[in-house]
Each structure stands twice: as structure tokens, then as C-alpha cells.
């Protein structure tokens, strides 16, 4: 993927303007986030799509930037794990904190914007729901218990707090 | 070496027409890991899921037909009210990788894509769907039986952008359902859609991953008509294993990295016969 380019774009991601110089056609939005804008969050693994490490919201859609043609995200609003929550962890950060969800933590920032997005849209998720809305991130440590657990979490705190 | 990003179905056609040897991508779930993987070195690119007209879908109650545009994409076909219209597509749906992947997988890129096991296809198959596709020329629609040709390969021509799938909302028992190794993530191994029209005392089968080409089982489909009781919802069980045994005759499959034929074989005639109970769920 360090091929020569020509291409001259503009991205907006976690709401600035960030310009994107001689890059190659086929470049993936994660490869210019983190290669090209130094957003080193979105984790890198699998590059197909299967292991969700590097989600991010694109126009609000959790999808996974390896698969997104960066280029063709002009004009696009972009949410990467250093903009959910500049300066402070998120209640989402903080519930895996608090869960012990994360080992390695490979995998903690897709599922980050996995359970964000999750939340964000299903205020309540059964387990069931929770388990097939994270269906696509995985993670080799913890087994998803405390996983599930951070989530439930988080939805209880919110649904107290309202 | 271009992205071009159109905004308009006209801007699309006319880029197309600027530069009809451009990969056209949607979605992305298919090409990125080919771009990604080094496996394809595009040129030129136009991205096509940034053209309102290609993403909305149109329901037509006095044709009982639903015309969804290229750039829906399955986390929409996967939710109402699609997935009251075509059932069996929003199943196909719901299995489509992760919820990621939905997001962003279009229908129109799973049939431009048109490998056997894209998990939508064997349900446009079933539903004797139309494909729309449009260049600057012009509009025409394909069935989908003449649109694929072979694993990977179509009948659209250089220019011509794949718009819309019109299927038909039908007043029967539908569904889709498939094997692999594992429930999430996964690429079908072997995948059957079945779709029941009452009106006309129908039964469609189609089979995914099993031969070069979604496969229609006119036998197996014209034993269940002829057998099935479509008013009080009865097929007899020697019914339904007859029908799976034509359907297991029907599949063309070949032994790959995925499986085998053998197993492949195998089940789809188990699919299929799972898909004819519930279809028929009285002995």
C-alpha cells in the first residue's frame, strides 16, 4: 500500500478537516487514518472486514474502515475511537475499565464503537442483542463475558441517569 | 488514476461513460479485500453509494412489486419494511457477515459481484427478479437467471451501471437459510431460498454455492406443487424427502477450500428439505 499516488482529498474526521496528499487510489480509510493522519486507534488485523478492529462511524454507520475506499469519503462525517470522547473516557470506556473487559485490548477500540453504536441506537439490548451486535468484533482474550457485561452496564447507568 | 465520487445518477452514467473500463464500487465489502490484498490494482474508481437514486427503494402495491435501488444496503433490507415484503431476503440478509458489513453490503454489489455464494442471490433466483441496468444509452432489465452467466461473471456491459432488482412481493411462505462453519461471519458452504406463491400454486427453489451459477430446481419445484396442499399449508413427508432428493440431484457443486461436493450436496437437500416444512408445516 505504498504505492505512488496522485490524489489530493480532503476527509473530516472526528470533526476537523484533515487533508490527505499523493495518495493511491485503492488506499483504505483505516491505511490513511492511521498512516496518513497518524489516528493510530483503528486497529489494523485482518484487512477483510472480519475482525472489527477497526470500526468507525461513517455518517453514524459503525462500518469497518479497511473496507472503506478512503477516497470515496469525501464529504463524509468520520468518527474514529479518539473522537467518541476527547479527554476523557466515555461511559463505554470506563464500563470496560470497570468490567475488566480488556486483556490485550487489540480489539478495544472496535468494540468501543461497536457498544457506542449499539447503545447509542438500542438503549436497552437483551443479551442476545448485544451478542449479535458485536458479532463482528473479536476478540482472543476475555471470551466476551465481561464484554457483554460492560455494555449491560453502561445501558443500566444511562437508563438511571435519564 | 481516479476516484470519482458522483452525487446524481446523471454525474454517475456520465462517469461511467468518461471511463467505462472503471471498477465501480458500492458498498466496498468486496472490493477493498481485493484492493486491500493486492489481488486487483484499480485505475480508475467510481464510487456509486453517494447517488440518492440508487438508494432508496420504491414499494408498488398495484404491481405487488418492490423495486430496491443498487445502493440499499442489507442493514436496510434486513429491517422493515423490506423484510415484510421479501421475507426471505431480509433472512439472507440477517446473514450477510456482521453488522458492519451491512452497513455498507449493497444489493446491487452482491449481484454485481455475482459470486454463487452471495447469500442474496439465491433469493433473487427464487423470485424470478428483474436487473435494471442503465448507461447513458440507456435503461434495460435482465432476469436475473440470464444476468449471471458464471461465478463471477455477468451479462453487464462496459458503461452499464446495475440501478435497481425489482422482485416480486408475493402472498406465500418464503425463506432463506444456509450452512458454513460457523453462525456469524460466515460465507455459505451451501444456502437454499424458497419461495411459495399461493395465487399461483408456486413453488420456487434455488440454490446457492452448489453449482457455477444460482441453480433453479424446476423438478423439485413441480413434484411440491403438484404434491402440496398450498390452502391448508400440507406437504406429506415422503413429499418433501422425494423433493430434497431431486433438489441434491439438481446441484452441480465442486470440492474446494471451503468443502467438499459430497457435503455440499448433501446439504442442500437438508436446507432444502427444512425450508419445504416450514413452508408446509402440516404433514
Redesign the interface.
Known amino acids: 500500500m505504498s504505492d505512488p499516488g496522485n490524489l489530493a482529498y480532503t476527509l473530516h474526521v472526528n470533526g476537523a478537516p484533515h487533508d490527505v496528499r499523493d495518495a493511491w487510489v485503492g488506499e483504505s480509510l483505516l491505511f490513511v487514518l492511521r498512516e496518513r493522519l497518524g489516528l493510530m486507534g483503528s486497529k489494523g488485523a485482518c484487512e477483510q472486514g472480519e475482525c472489527g478492529s477497526c470500526s468507525v462511524l461513517v455518517d453514524g454507520n459503525l462500518v469497518c474502515s479497511c473496507l472503506v475506499l478512503a477516497a470515496g469519503a469525501v464529504g463524509q462525517d468520520i468518527v474514529t475511537i479518539e473522537g467518541i470522547s476527547p479527554g476523557a473516557p466515555s461511559d463505554v470506556q470506563q464500563a470496560f475499565v470497570d468490567a475488566g473487559a480488556v486483556q490485550c485490548g487489540f480489539c478495544t477500540p472496535g468494540l468501543v464503537m461497536a457498544a457506542h453504536s449499539l447503545l447509542d441506537r438500542s438503549p436497552d439490548p437483551s443479551e442476545l442483542e448485544i451478542r449479535e451486535e458485536l458479532s463482528g468484533n473479536i476478540c482472543r482474550c476475555t471470551g466476551y463475558g465481561r464484554i457483554i457485561d460492560a455494555v449491560q452496564r453502561v445501558a443500566v447507568a444511562r437508563r438511571s441517569a435519564s | 488514476?481516479?476516484?470519482l465520487?458522483p452525487t446524481s445518477l446523471d454525474g454517475a452514467l456520465q462517469a461511467l461513460a468518461d471511463h467505462p473500463d472503471a471498477t465501480v464500487?458500492a458498498?466496498?465489502?468486496d472490493?477493498?479485500?481485493e484492493?486491500?490484498?493486492g489481488h486487483?490494482?484499480?485505475?480508475?474508481?467510481v464510487?456509486v453509494?453517494?447517488v440518492p437514486e440508487l438508494c432508496t427503494w420504491r414499494h408498488d402495491p398495484a404491481t405487488s412489486t418492490l423495486r430496491i435501488g443498487a445502493a440499499v444496503t442489507y442493514?436496510e433490507i434486513e429491517s422493515e419494511p423490506i423484510a415484510t415484503w421479501v421475507p426471505a431476503l431480509a433472512q439472507a440478509a440477517r446473514t450477510v457477515?456482521?453488522?458492519?458489513?451491512r452497513?455498507?453490503a449493497t444489493i446491487g454489489g452482491n449481484v454485481g459481484t455475482c459470486s454463487p455464494a452471495g447469500d442474496g442471490l439465491p433469493v433473487l433466483a427464487a423470485l424470478d427478479a428483474l436487473v435494471e441496468l442503465t448507461s447513458a444509452a440507456g435503461v434495460r432489465t435482465v432476469p436475473f437467471a440470464e444476468f449471471m452467466v458464471g461465478p463471477k461473471r455477468t451479462t453487464r456491459a462496459a458503461g452499464e451501471l446495475i440501478t435497481a432488482v425489482t422482485v416480486p412481493v408475493l402472498d406465500g411462505w418464503q425463506g432463506y437459510t444456509k450452512v458454513g462453519v460457523r453462525n456469524?461471519?460466515v460465507i455459505a458452504t451451501a444456502s437454499v431460498a424458497l419461495a411459495v406463491s399461493n395465487a399461483d400454486r408456486r413453488v420456487a427453489l434455488a440454490l446457492g454455492s452448489v453449482g457455477p451459477t444460482i441453480l433453479r430446481c424446476p423438478e423439485a419445484e413441480a413434484f411440491a406443487a403438484e404434491h402440496a396442499d398450498f390452502a391448508a399449508g400440507r406437504l406429506a413427508a415422503d413429499a418433501v424427502a422425494a423433493c430434497s432428493e431431486l433438489v441434491r440431484d439438481t446441484a452441480r457443486p465442486i470440492d474446494d477450500h471451503r468443502s467438499s461436493a459430497d457435503y455440499r450436496r448433501h446439504a442442500v437437500g437438508v436446507l432444502a428439505g427444512r425450508l419445504l416444512r416450514r413452508a408446509f408445516p402440516h404433514e
Not at chain 2, 40 to 45: A, G, H, T
Open positions: 488514476m481516479s476516484v465520487v464500487l458498498g466496498g465489502t472490493l477493498m479485500v484492493f486491500n490484498g486487483r490494482r484499480p485505475s480508475d474508481v464510487v453509494n453517494r442493514a457477515g456482521s453488522p458492519q458489513i452497513h455498507a456469524a461471519m
